[in-house]
């Protein structure tokens, strides 16, 4: 019995671990893009590393009730999540590639453009109305191209997800 439960653990974490290996690199960078932290020098991504960490914690923690569930999905909205009830609370420039944009922005512009999330998933996910999502993506690039100028930082006064 021991013997068992111990390979079926040891397998579980080989499953893990074979996970990580293929989707840590291209998560840790949409969390530094969210985070907007720069990438360079080594390690001053600290809160994306810290974000990515507690998404992959509860995904491991969640391994043998995924049936089929795309463990990457899976990460991704956990980190997503984690970083929009955070955001109001780390509003301040950081020296990224997005930091330019809000918070929300950023969120929207990562899921949409970089993870190619659809925008009714996206919209879901961020209990936003759709054509919300679509103007803050509209938004959130133009200001990137520099054809808009950088949105004014105040203090958000609700949740990212919540409705305006």
Request: proline letters at 7%; charged letters at 30%.
């Amino acid at each position: 019995m021991r013997e068992r439960q111990a390979g079926r653990q040891r397998r579980r974490a080989q499953e893990f671990d074979a996970f990580v290996a293929g989707a840590a690199g291209r998560l840790l960078h949409a969390a530094t893009l969210l985070t907007a932290e720069p990438v360079r020098p080594p390690g001053a991504n600290e809160r994306a590393q810290r974000l990515l960490t507690a998404a992959l914690a509860r995904t491991y923690a969640n391994w043998d009730r995924l049936h089929g569930e795309d463990p990457y999905n899976r990460t991704r909205q956990d980190l997503t999540g984690r970083f929009a009830r955070e955001a109001w609370r780390h509003h301040r420039p950081r020296g990224g590639l997005l930091d330019r944009l809000t918070p929300q922005e950023r969120l929207v512009l990562v899921l949409r453009l970089y993870e190619g999330v659809a925008e009714e998933q996206t919209a879901a996910l961020l209990g936003l109305p759709v054509d919300r999502v679509r103007a803050i993506c509209n938004r959130s690039v133009a200001t990137m191209r520099g054809t808009r100028g950088p949105t004014v930082r105040r203090g958000p006064t609700r949740p990212l997800g919540a409705a305006p």
